[in-house]
């Protein structure tokens, strides 16, 4: 499993985003302030496969930190994610070596994607899903889901999901017309129910609601104070 140290003091905005790497499958080594990552880069080195850094960082700043990845190591990516926007700042990150310059706020699943592909240029093989399911697929009307493909296909049009959002897909069809706690989907899942993954599970069940917004035989419904319910109007094949 890659291994990302990642540098950010702001610790709601730490959380959320630790929490929501994880479930895309990566180890993630959250420091707070840059002399605790650069502590650990120290005894870690060869085991970081990219560090994401903020750079208004208390004790070192993120620049400063790069500054010293770059004495001791060639061999890790890094990116600066940050709040600072000035075309100066992000001239300096660059030029330090930097493969990325992010400014928030940013989308998620935009990082997520730029993470994978600087682990592929840099040949970092990625794991498999810590979920061990049978990949389950399923034609209902104008919808079709092949898990294993990560594809859905909706009036003839092709989304390609997160392995997350199959997986929450596959979970949802498995218990279809039927109510859903919130916590077990969180349990049956992810292994644990806690506020942040409780907020991941919010914005996955609000993409695959947008997926669905021009589908009648499906509905992604609240259920006020315990979960959701996937509708279906007919049988899938």
């Not at 630790?18 to 650069?38: R, V």
Request: net charge negative.
């Amino acid at each position: 499993m890659s291994v990302i140290l990642f540098v950010e003091d702001e610790i709601d905005l730490g959380n959320v985003i630790k929490q929501y790497l994880e479930l895309n499958n990566l180890t993630i080594e959250w420091k707070t302030n840059g002399e605790e990552a650069k502590n650990y880069i120290d005894k870690h080195v060869s085991d970081i496969d990219l560090a994401i850094i903020d750079i208004s960082l208390p004790e070192l700043n993120g620049f400063e930190l790069a500054k010293h990845i770059n004495t001791i190591t060639t061999e890790m990516p890094y990116i600066f994610l940050t709040a600072r926007k000035e075309k100066v700042d992000k001239i300096t990150g660059l030029k330090l070596g930097a493969v990325d310059y992010i400014t928030k706020p940013f989308d998620i699943d935009e990082l997520i994607v730029r993470i994978e592909n600087i682990l592929r240029r840099n040949h970092k093989s990625q794991p498999e899903s810590k979920t061990v399911s049978t990949p389950s697929n399923f034609t209902l009307n104008n919808v079709s889901f092949v898990k294993e493909q990560l594809l859905l296909k909706i009036n003839g049009k092709e989304i390609t999901l997160t392995l997350r959002e199959a997986e929450l897909l596959e979970f949802l069809f498995k218990h279809k017309n039927k109510i859903l706690k919130r916590e077990v989907i969180l349990t049956e899942l992810w292994g644990k129910n806690d506020y942040f993954l409780g907020r991941s599970l919010d914005v996955f069940i609000s993409r695959l609601r947008k997926y669905f917004t021009a589908c009648e035989s499906v509905q992604i419904s609240n259920v006020y104070g315990i979960g959701y319910i996937f509708k279906t109007s007919e049988e899938s094949e």
